[in-house]
């Protein structure tokens, strides 16, 4: 059963009944299960969105079919639009999280340019190793990033890439106005056995830099790069069969 955050659990205990039904009409209709230990039994309660809507059953099909019914009633009610995103109750944090684990994509590091460029942590040479990554991925035109980061890669003569380059590509990138989030991420390479099965190691991954004006687009590229990496990896497995097939 879907798990509320803190921040959701907090707003919730202080939100008025029409806001609790509010958040709870967008769903999922659930189940919660339980298992007493002394009776040996399991127990099931209907529940929408997270929050148990009434006592336990031992039928989990009656449970669902009151939480789907419950959740139908809540479309038809005139309630209030919540600003989930504003209120910190949208539980994006979750949902991606849960995107990763679909995808295999970690997301390994954060940099907040627009913090960065407004305390002169690119200054000088002697950066974080985060930073030192970055600044090596933008100003090696030889190696291959992905398309979000292609705009704030500048072009510099040989001579220009001294020590003083972060403070170049600082320059380059507020001139440019790039403040957002560029993000290092990474995926395993995956072996396939079949077009849906696959075997991997997190020590053999594929790494990238993506970026987006909002962490929320920077995320979406993210998980675009990884679903080009899976292609890339399923189309090695097709095109090896076929050259078997071939043969």
Known sequence: MLKLT??????????TDQEQKAFMRKGPAEVAQFFNIKTEKESFAPAVRGVRIAGTTEDINKAQKYAEE????????????????????????VTQAETCYEKDLRIEGVLHLGSLLATDAFEGRCLENL????????????????ESMKPLRPS?????????????VADFLLSHNFQGFAV?????????????SAS???GWKRTSWVYGESFEEAFKNATAWADRMKQIDLDKFKAKQEETETN
């Open 156 to 168: 510099f003569d040989d001579e220009e890439l001294n020590d003083d380059v972060g403070s170049l």
């Open 70 to 93: 419950f959740l139908d009633k809540l479309q038809q009610e005139d309630l209030p639009v919540l600003d989930e995103y504003s209120l910190g109750i949208d539980g994006s944090s």
């Open 200 to 202: 991997y190691s997190w």
């Open 6 to 15: 803190k921040n959701q659990s907090t707003w919730f205990e202080n939100a």
């Open 131 to 146: 930073h030192d990554e970055f600044i090596d991925i933008l100003i090696s035109e030889s190696i291959e990033i992905e």
């Open 184 to 196: 290092y991420i990474s995926c395993p390479v995956k072996k396939y056995h079949s077009d849906t």
